[in-house]
């Protein structure tokens, strides 16, 4: 039987799908800001802090996973409140202005997350490939075509991609602090793991 290590396998946090949708929140985060926040307005700085702390406290806190999973779990859920004060921000720049906020139900909502967007690029693209079809459900049967909708919907479509995909992301982090609760709470922590491992090696 192999001997449990001293320090368990920790990092990875580059093939967790809650990092990968985390950073991707990030890099349209700050495109949106850039193209529709005032670069003057405290807003836009904070926006894209929290969608930075989202993704730099996933990857510190899978980082320090090896000698503190209480570090990992506190860290996890900073990356899920982090996303939560950013959907927040999303949520009053659409309720401020006017615009639609998307039901749970909306099927532009199913839509995106069927899209499986990877990069920033690949959103803006989609809310292009779809906007006119946004624009003729909000017209109510009025005429459009994909060449004469009006770039008014691309920040309402935008923000609501963006609400969106921290949605998912904050969902896959709530699995992963239930995972690593679980996992701490039946096998503990590093100063557990220590005395297991002497234990062993004075048997």
């Known amino acids: 039987m ?9 990092g990875g946090y580059r093939k967790l799908k809650s990092f990968q949708l985390a950073r991707l929140v990030y890099d349209i985060t700050v495109r949106f800001c850039d193209n529709y ?10 926006m894209v802090q929290a969608a930075r702390s989202g993704v ?10 090896g000698t503190s999973k209480k570090f990992e779990i506190k860290l996890t859920n900073v990356a899920r409140a982090s996303l939560e004060e950013l959907k927040l921000d999303y949520e009053d720049y659409l309720r401020q202005r006017g615009l639609e906020l998307w039901e749970r139900d909306d099927i532009f909502r199913q839509n995106l997350v069927d899209a499986r967007c990877k990069t920033a690029d690949e959103v803006a693209q989609w809310v292009v490939d779809n906007s006119g079809r946004y624009r003729l459900s909000k017209a109510s049967g009025q005429t459009s075509t994909k060449s ?8 309402e479509m935008a ?4 609400i ?10 709530q699995k992963q602090i239930n995972h690593l609760t679980s996992d701490f709470e039946e096998h ?7 005395y297991r491992v002497r234990s062993e090696r004075r048997k």
């Open 2 to 10: 192999a001997k449990e290590p001293l320090l368990p396998k920790y």
């Open 37 to 46: 926040i005032s670069i003057r307005s405290r807003t836009h700085d904070q």
């Open 148 to 155: 004469t909708v009006s770039t008014a919907v691309y920040p």
């Open 56 to 65: 730099q406290n996933i990857a510190e806190g899978s980082e320090a996973s």
């Open 159 to 162: 923000a609501n991609a963006a």
């Open 164 to 173: 969106t995909l921290i949605t998912v992301s904050q969902f896959l982090l």
């Open 188 to 194: 503990g922590g590093f100063t557990e793991r220590i």
